[in-house]
């Protein structure tokens, strides 16, 4: 769990994913996710940008709605999504920013595991993500720290340490 982003997560964000304007960066249209879904339900309903090259990890599974707060404190509610998509016990997960009404961008798409949240003095959210170094062995544990980069619009690798009780 060391990269932030793989091969295949790498498709999400095109090279025309925002136009660059002198410090800022502008969000084109073209490039926002409609979401619908229904917290009660736990229905979460994906439709990727037009001329995307986004896939669901596995169109088979039922995405779960995780956390439906601000993470970035703009004051709208973001959604973090499971895809279901697994393996050795990390599943792949997504972080949409909503922009307005059911329109959002893609900030985060990897897998984590174990995951926890820890809110800053900002009230910026991070995502933690660990496993044990050693099968079956918790005395060492990488954690891995994700947090939002503003002019990147993103969640991004940050930290990443081994925690040990010896």
């Known amino acids: 769990m060391i990269t932030c982003f793989s091969r295949q ?5 095109p090279d025309n994913y925002y136009l660059k304007k002198g410090k800022k960066s502008t969000l084109i249209q073209d490039s926002l996710f409609t979401i619908n879904f229904k917290v009660r339900e736990n229905f ?3 439709i990727p940008p037009k001329n995307s090259t986004f896939e669901l990890p596995d169109s088979s599974v039922q995405i779960q709605l995780v956390k439906n707060v601000d993470f970035n404190t703009d004051g709208k509610k973001d959604l973090l999504v499971n895809f279901g998509a697994c393996g050795k ?10 922009q307005y ?10 897998y984590l595991k ?14 933690e993500s660990s496993d044990a170094l050693e099968p079956y ?5 990488q954690i891995t720290v994700y947090t939002y980069v503003k002019n990147a619009n993103r969640y991004l690798l940050d930290t990443t340490y081994v925690y040990s009780e010896k």
């Open 114 to 127: 174990n995951i926890e949240f820890k809110i800053e003095k900002n009230g910026m959210w991070n995502m």
């Open 44 to 46: 979460v309903k994906i």
């Open 137 to 141: 062995d918790p005395s060492k544990i």
């Open 9 to 13: 997560a790498s498709k999400v964000f």
């Open 89 to 98: 016990g990390a599943c792949m997960y997504g972080l949409f920013l909503n």
């Open 101 to 110: 009404d059911n329109k959002y961008t893609l900030a985060f798409f990897n």
